[in-house]
């Protein structure tokens, strides 16, 4: 292949120049490191990857692996093609026809092609370099000699008379074959290092890379469930709503029905009425005493067979509302209970306080669901489970397996701290308040900071609004423990992630007017 056609060959489709640092997709096309990773950082806001070449989509983004071989072609094509025309250096001792060089020598400063070097490497043992024009730099300005040594005091590169009679001289110098051989040293130990981090680095990618795969298929995975859910429960709640509207309507056509019923017997016995009725107004109007004397009384005994009395509220029937109440609710519970184990939801947990464990400035409720700030001391009796050195409670409800929520209510503007702890905790000194030893983990507020403990090591936290209301949920397996705020909408505070290895109790801490309540 003629040199130009392996150069066209050499080209990267993105930045459209020669290789550098190449790398491979799956598709098989080769990009430079950088312009393929920017490429891909582009594309990752609309989360579709693709090639720049073929446009082979890829669901994730793409693992990115080095192309060895066509580094070592691009590396061989640069050494022998763009630097004799870049440089332009012709052999010196070619007069007649320039013949381009392919060696510089330091000691002779003059530039050969490969005949004259041949028989300049069979004679001497001189330093030679890739072609240049320029030997200025290798040149001390002050004595116009050829830079040998290297001055460790001024990292300065000398020339001889430098070192002899010159304002280095005295001075520690080194060759500058030993200077290259240590900088090279320092060089390859860099190297190690980077290579090693780059090896680290790769890693890390990778993982997260897994790491966001596994959340996209939980999420996914999440969503399919979810929506299931909400199809069966549309499905669930168009059935119960037919047959609800279908109930109202039966029971008012059976009311109707009746009451049309009683409305046409008492239109019969109104018609039945006011024939009598008319028939008594033309006794009353007769002057003949005989006829008005013969007619039977008995004709107007008989008011009619229905007891208008009765009838006014429809005999006593009536739409039945509280029968449809009754069945809508014990539909419904049995549709979102049905619900809640297909999705494996959690119920809230019923907690009480400890009222043995409450220090002596801590009231608890008649119903062990609240506690508040005492200053008064309560005297309480002495048992081995009451703390004695902050004013914190803990909860009678034990947790040692499965899945778990609750909520608390804090006060505002004081100071609380709620969280979990295990029994074993200590019950006096410094380490036995809440969050500060390594059986407990809490958040504790103060004035208007909001912070997460365990073991003594806080984390601030920055919450939108005010905390008022909180949200517990405990996954004892997976060793989380998280707090949500209660709000519109609900915002995460903190999770934290250990290996529980006791059983757990609710925790908390009120100070300084401060309070909690326990919702159900």
């Given at each position: ?89 012709f052999c010196t001792y070619c007069l007649e026809s320039p013949v381009p060089a392919v060696k510089t020598c330091l000691q002779c400063e003059t530039s050969m092609c490969q005949d004259h070097l041949s028989a300049h490497n069979k004679s ?130 059976d009311i109707s029905l009746d009451i049309s019923d009683l409305i046409q017997e008492l239109d019969t016995q109104r018609d039945d009425l006011t024939r009598k009725m008319r028939h008594i107004e033309e006794l009353c109007d007769m002057t ?88 008064v001391h309560l005297s309480r009796q002495e048992v081995p489970e009451r703390f004695t050195s902050y004013c914190q409670v803990l909860s009678t409800t034990v947790f040692c397996k499965g899945q778990h929520y609750w909520e608390v209510e ?111």
């Amino acid at each position: 292949m003629a040199s130009s056609d392996l150069g066209a060959e050499l080209y990267c489709a993105v930045c459209l120049d020669t290789y550098t640092d190449p790398v491979s997709l799956r598709c098989g096309h080769n990009f430079c490191r950088v312009c393929i990773v920017s490429a891909l950082d582009t594309q990752e806001r609309d989360e579709v990857y693709s090639c720049p070449e073929c446009r082979a989509e890829y669901q994730e983004r793409p693992l990115l692996e080095k192309n060895r071989k066509l580094c070592n072609i691009v590396e061989s094509f640069l050494s022998s093609q763009p630097e004799q025309k870049e440089t332009k250096v012709f052999c010196t001792y070619c007069l007649e026809s320039p013949v381009p060089a392919v060696k510089t020598c330091l000691q002779c400063e003059t530039s050969m092609c490969q005949d004259h070097l041949s028989a300049h490497n069979k004679s001497v043992d001189h330093v030679l370099i890739d072609p240049t024009s320029s030997l200025d730099h290798r040149i001390c300005q002050v004595h116009k000699q050829r830079l040998e040594y290297h001055c460790c005091e001024d990292d300065a590169y000398i020339c001889v008379y430098c070192f002899a009679i010159g304002s280095h001289k005295g001075h520690q110098v080194e060759s500058l074959d030993e200077a290259m051989n240590t900088k090279k040293k320092g060089l390859r130990e860099q190297l190690e290092k980077l290579s090693s981090k780059a090896g680290e680095t790769e890693t890390s990618v990778r993982c997260l890379q897994d790491h966001k795969r596994k959340v996209q298929e939980t999420a996914a995975d999440v969503t399919e469930r979810v929506t299931v859910l909400f199809k069966d429960l549309r499905k669930q709640l168009e059935d119960l709503e037919t047959r609800v509207l279908g109930e109202i309507s039966r029971q008012e056509e059976d009311i109707s029905l009746d009451i049309s019923d009683l409305i046409q017997e008492l239109d019969t016995q109104r018609d039945d009425l006011t024939r009598k009725m008319r028939h008594i107004e033309e006794l009353c109007d007769m002057t003949d005493p005989l006829t008005v004397l013969q007619c039977q009384e008995s004709d107007f005994d008989d008011l009619g067979k229905v007891d208008v009395a009765t009838t006014k509220g429809g005999d006593g029937k009536n739409y039945d509302e509280g029968l449809m109440t009754v069945k809508l609710h014990t539909a419904l519970s049995e549709i979102f209970t049905g619900a809640r184990k297909g999705f494996n939801t959690v119920e809230a947990a019923d907690l009480s306080l400890d009222i043995n464990t409450a220090s002596n400035n801590v009231t608890v409720s008649g119903d062990l669901k609240s506690a508040s700030w005492e200053q008064v001391h309560l005297s309480r009796q002495e048992v081995p489970e009451r703390f004695t050195s902050y004013c914190q409670v803990l909860s009678t409800t034990v947790f040692c397996k499965g899945q778990h929520y609750w909520e608390v209510e804090v006060s505002r503007c004081s100071f609380w701290m709620v969280g979990m702890a295990y029994a074993s905790m200590p019950r006096k000194g410094m380490e036995s308040k809440v969050g500060r030893n390594k059986k407990s983990w809490c958040l504790n507020k103060v004035d208007r900071c909001l912070v997460s403990i365990h073991d003594s090591l806080s984390t601030l936290l920055c919450p939108q609004s005010p905390v008022c209301r909180i949200g517990v949920y405990l996954d004892y397996e997976a060793g989380r423990l998280s707090f949500y705020q209660l709000c519109d909408p609900i915002r995460h505070l903190h999770t934290f992630t250990s290996t529980f290895t006791e059983p757990l109790h609710a925790a908390f801490v009120v100070w300084k007017d401060g309070w909690i309540k326990i919702k159900s």
